[in-house]
């Protein structure tokens, strides 16, 4: 007897073998109303909203991907003059009372994160914007002043 069909079943990925021992779970009523499937929803939100920070000479460059939200959905704010945080909020599909959902998979809910800003960064100058699901903010650095070597005439 093979094992593959009782571990992945004939419609499991073998790159999802944890989905086939979780599934009897999916068939208790309460399980989809508990608090605590919420609350992992809720962590899932805040813990999958990827940022990639880049540092150029210029700037330090935030990216997160947002797909589905429009610009209004999301906040960016500077808190304490040194805390980037982009925050926002995926709303769960309303469903029709007759429709089932089967499977779940895209988070949904709240997310926030939050950046320490490094003393370099203009504040005041910071910007960003939403094009094709990606946020980008920008924030500008504080140049560094030039070292200049000034020769020192010797008297004497």
Known sequence: MALTPFFFGRDQSVFDPLDRFLEPFDRF?????????????DVSAIASTRVDWLETPEAHIFKADLPGLKKEEVKVQVEDGRTLQISGERKKEELEKKDKWHRVERTQGSFLRRFRLPENAKVDEVKAKVEDGVLTVTVPK??????????IEISG
Do not use: Y
């Open 29 to 41: 009523p309460l399980w989809d109303n508990a608090p605590s499937r919420q609350f992992a929803q």
């Open 142 to 151: 504080i140049e560094k002043p030039k070292h200049e070597v000034k020769p």
